[in-house]
């Protein structure tokens, strides 16, 4: 059977790519952090200063998110169709709400990225429609301009609660699906991924925080 | 009084499901388990509730055992919601009733799975396990005279870690367990045990690809490292085994 059709082939690449984008997730952060020392205008002009490395590196992302989440889901419904019947009592003593939400808080993110892409990047929404057009213009104004509203700020900070629910399981299963893990190491991996899962909600979410509660203004 | 207090009987409310054949359309029915003491097993509780089913004219409630010694693998009964019951490293047979206390209800499923069809009661077919041995779950050698002992020299650390993969007795509760019904955990012990092993090791890459293959087509789901079956193995198969099959099957790529 072909490696594309395989259990464990499928799993490979999702881990592979899920890796992959988690590594862009902390430098994105480390980026952004550079907000609370001022110097987010001077990185966002670097960045943008690559010229075509910026697009070879969104088609790349691209690539790697439709990628995990075609699998995703095609996993997610074989797995259904082999469980047709459930139990009507079900305990269950390992599996947890990370585990089982998998499907749920990766398609939250789906739907978050399209909307980031369209409020930062394209910049279509109402709040920074002053900003369309200048690349990447005053990047600092355009974030405390739009995380002045409290349910920007919400959605901003739901949408990393579902990434890091969803690295709680995710960061660790690439470990044990790559063939990497012992008994010993396991458990080192598990809480490796769970306390980088909590930095990057922390990380993520100070930000739009402290603009809202006028620490940045 | 101590010996009166040692045979105390209990009386338990067993819910339980029943299902004429693969086809026909199952319910749970609510059964009286009388007499019972802390000194039966659980399928010695049944035996009881059963005989009163007899005596009385109506069908015995069906399930699968052999053994009765935690060893065969035949007993397969998700008691309260998890395979085997839940006590740790033990097989339902293996399960006694002082885990119980007076007045309790109990539910009794089968293994639920798409590919264990219920043939009657709590008695599931899985033939689906043998067909996944089948595909690659054994070694191709020469026949003929015996070999000489120590010929192939085999170190302790290998023969421990392949002895503990071996030790699967092939019950089917880790894919009873997994949400997505995966016996990853069963595939992933006969793969690691015969990759560890020297006799293993030239048919590895392809024995890994069929096994993996079958249990596709037998139509198990796809493991998600929920480790759920190594919690539910009655012999404490470790998911480290499961790792190593994405191993071995990341190396038959090259091969």
């Known amino acids: ?40 205008n001077s990185y966002a002009e670097h960045l943008h200063s690559l010229g075509p490395f910026v697009w070879v590196f969104r088609l790349a992302l691209l690539a790697m998110v439709l990628t995990h989440a075609y699998y995703g889901i095609q996993v997610t419904l074989e797995n259904r169709a082999a469980t047709p019947q459930k139990y009507a009592v079900n305990r269950q003593l390992k599996v947890s709400l990370a585990g089982s939400s998998m499907i749920w808080t990766g398609l ?54 579902a990434l890091c629910l969803h690295l709680f399981h995710g960061i660790q299963s690439f470990f044990q699906t790559m063939g990497w893990n012992s008994e010993c190491s396991l458990p080192l991996f598990s809480k490796l991924g769970k306390a980088v899962a909590v930095i990057v909600l922390l990380g993520y979410g100070s930000i739009p925080v402290a603009i809202l509660a006028g620490i940045l203004s | ?139 191709s050698c020469h026949t003929g005279g015996i070999p000489d002992g120590n010929a192939i020299l085999i170190s302790k650390p290998d023969a421990d870690y392949a002895m503990d993969a071996a030790e699967c007795i092939g019950c089917g509760a880790c894919a009873a367990a997994c949400p997505n019904s995966a016996a990853m955990l069963f595939t992933s012990a006969k793969v690691a045990q015969l990759a560890a092993l020297p006799q293993g090791k030239p048919e590895a890459s392809v024995r890994v690809k069929k096994m993996l293959d079958a249990h596709k087509e037998c139509g198990f789901g796809n493991c998600s490292n929920h480790y759920e079956c190594q919690a539910a193995c009655p012999k404490g198969i470790n998911v480290k085994f499961i790792a190593k099959l994405n191993r071995e099957y990341l190396k038959a790529q090259f091969a």
Not at chain 1, 124 to 150: E, I, N
Not at chain 2, 12 to 30: E, H, P, S, Y
Not at chain 2, 69 to 88: A, K, T
């Open chain 1, 1 to 40: 059977m072909n490696f594309l059709k395989s259990s464990v082939g499928r799993k490979v690449l999702m881990a592979i790519t899920g890796q992959l984008m988690v590594l862009f997730v902390v430098v994105h952060l480390l980026g952004n952090s550079t907000i609370f020392i001022g110097l987010i």
């Open chain 2, 1 to 139: 009084m101590s010996s009166h207090n040692e045979h105390k009987s209990m009386t338990l409310t067993l819910i339980v499901w029943r299902q004429k054949n693969a086809t026909a359309q199952g319910k749970f029915d609510t059964y009286t388990a009388k007499g019972i003491t802390e000194h039966h097993s659980f399928l010695e509780m049944l035996d009881v509730v059963n005989e009163d089913l007899i005596k009385g004219g109506k069908e015995p409630i069906m399930f699968d055992h052999d053994c009765r010694e935690g060893i065969c693998g035949m007993c397969s009964q998700v008691v309260n919601g998890v395979p085997h019951g839940g006590q740790e490293r033990t097989t339902v047979c293996q399960l006694h009733m002082r885990k119980f206390k007076d007045g309790d209800t109990i539910y009794i499923e089968p293994w639920r799975a798409r590919a264990f069809p219920i043939v009657r009661d709590l008695i599931v077919d899985r033939t689906a396990l043998d067909t996944i041995i089948q595909a690659g779950g054994f070694t």
């Open chain 1, 108 to 161: 939250t993110l789906a739907c978050f990225i399209i909307y980031h892409l369209c409020h930062f990047t394209a910049r279509l929404t109402s709040d920074v429609a002053g900003f369309a057009g200048q690349v990447p213009g005053d990047v600092y104004r355009m974030l405390v301009t739009s995380f002045s509203h409290g349910l920007t700020v919400f959605v901003y900070v739901a949408a990393m609660a």
